[in-house]
């Protein structure tokens, strides 16, 4: 462990300099990136404050914006003005920040949700003081597996857009989601870009006349695929819970099916319902 904190201080104040010095900040930031895979032992949240710290220093060297600072850094606005939030809540130097081993955090999920509009994966990041990040990973037009054209109720051979995304915590893996639309409604990969996030893609369904009007989730623990063992870091004896959300029209017709993987021992689901 001390050889870890060593190497993550080297690292980190290596970056830093680069950050102060605005020579190369993509370089900067790579240098921050990498602390993820050498340093996997350590806690990454030094990796993302310094992050956020370089994110700041753009903007105070003359690129004013989330926008300008992520042409800068080579980042999605979003994922700009997230670290600038960061920024303004952490006031630590990133060259004096410690590595800490960071505990498990279990994310609660609630049903119903009282907001349909926003991502709940990042409103229950944020809840947890989590820094959320789901990029959208792929997107394509393809024939999907046979189980996924039952819950579409689509033709074995029918094509559908697939839009996968690797979501993390404070750059930690915490979830996997796979949505799947039939090519009939979707039209087309463009409905995928530019990404509109886990939930934005409602509205674009709507204009192209099907509007999303009711969801149904379905729950279910199994062992682990290899996908979820790779990116999860879980083994074949761990559980995920495996949800299953239907997204239909007004007349009943199911226009998405995404399967969200949870490791089991990470989130929470809560339920509640009218008495009445």
């Not at 993302?48 to 980042?75: D, F, H």
């Not at 037009?141 to 074995?156: D, F, N, T, V």
């Not at 009939?184 to 934005?200: F, N």
Request: net charge negative; charged share 30%; hydrophobic share 35%.
């Amino acid at each position: 462990m001390d050889d870890i904190r060593a190497g993550l201080r080297r690292c980190t104040e290596r970056a830093y300099q680069a950050i102060s010095e605005l020579a190369d900040p993509v370089e900067g930031y790579r240098q921050a990136t990498e602390m993820q895979s050498d340093l996997r032992q350590a806690s990454e949240r030094p990796a993302l404050k310094l992050r956020a710290v370089m994110a700041r220093r753009v903007e105070a060297a003359g690129y004013p914006g989330s926008t300008a600072v992520g042409r800068v850094l080579g980042l999605s606005k979003q994922r700009a003005q997230q670290l600038l939030q960061l920024a303004d809540r952490e006031d630590v130097p990133a060259a004096d920040v410690a590595p800490v081993i960071a505990p498990k955090q279990i994310r609660t999920r609630r049903i119903p949700e009282i907001d349909h509009a926003g991502s709940t994966f990042e409103e229950d990041s944020l809840k947890l003081g989590a820094m959320p990040d789901a990029p959208l990973s792929r997107a394509e037009l393809l024939i999907p597996p046979r189980e996924i054209s039952k819950l579409l109720g689509i033709g074995a051979r029918e094509r559908v857009l697939i839009r996968e995304r690797k979501m993390y915590q404070n750059d930690q893996p915490s979830q996997l989601a796979s949505s799947y639309i039939p090519e009939k409604y979707a039209g087309g990969t463009e409905l995928a870009y530019p990404d509109t996030g886990p939930r934005g893609i409602y509205e674009r369904l709507a204009e192209r006349g099907h509007e999303v009007t009711r969801f149904r989730e379905e729950t279910e623990v199994l062992h682990p695929g290899q996908t979820e063992m790779t990116f999860l870091g879980l083994g074949p004896a761990d559980f995920v819970v495996e949800l299953t959300r239907f997204s239909y029209d007004r007349n009943g017709t199911v226009l998405e099916v995404t399967v969200n993987a949870f490791p089991a021992d990470r989130i929470r689901l809560v339920y509640e319902w009218s008495a009445s």
